[in-house]
Nanobody, 128 residues
Framework: QVQLVESGGGWVQSGGSLRLSCAASGRIFFDSYYMAWFRQAPGKEREFVAA???????NYRDSVKGRFTISRDGAKNTVDLQMNSLKSEDTAVYYC?????????????????????WGQGTQVTVSS
């Protein structure tokens, strides 16, 4: 089993920054897992935010490109999401997700159903 624990959420004014962190533990070889961030706003479906494999090129949803940066630390088994220039529409519960990589060639996984493991979520509130 893999456990994911998010931290770093909170309240910030529009234009501000927050950094989220997700720590992975359990039966995991971190470098062989594709790690992602999703978010879910009240009344809306959970949506993809960003993802990357170890040493790979990050993939972002269009609305966060240039503002959010995903990064991984293989020594610490963590994946972070640096969020700058936050907007009120970024308000949501942010979730860390993981899935194992089982082949050399694979797509950019962006659907909720693509991921096997989830954290409990951390609230991000952006006040305008």
């Amino acid at each position: 089993q893999v456990q994911l624990v998010e931290s770093g959420g909170g309240w910030v004014q529009s234009g501000g920054s927050l950094r989220l962190s997700c720590a992975a533990s359990g039966r995991i070889f971190f470098d062989s897992y594709y790690m992602a961030w999703f978010r879910q706003a009240p009344g809306k479906e959970r949506e993809f935010v960003a993802a990357m494999k170890s040493g790979g090129t990050p993939n972002y949803r269009d609305s966060v490109k240039g503002r959010f940066t995903i990064s991984r630390d293989g020594a610490k088994n963590t994946v972070d999401l640096q969020m700058n220039s936050l907007k009120s529409e970024d308000t949501a519960v942010y979730y860390c997700a993981a899935r194992p990589i089982r082949s050399i060639f694979f797509p950019h996984w962006t659907e909720v159903s693509d991921y096997d493991y989830w954290g409990q979520g951390t609230q991000v509130t952006v006040s305008s």
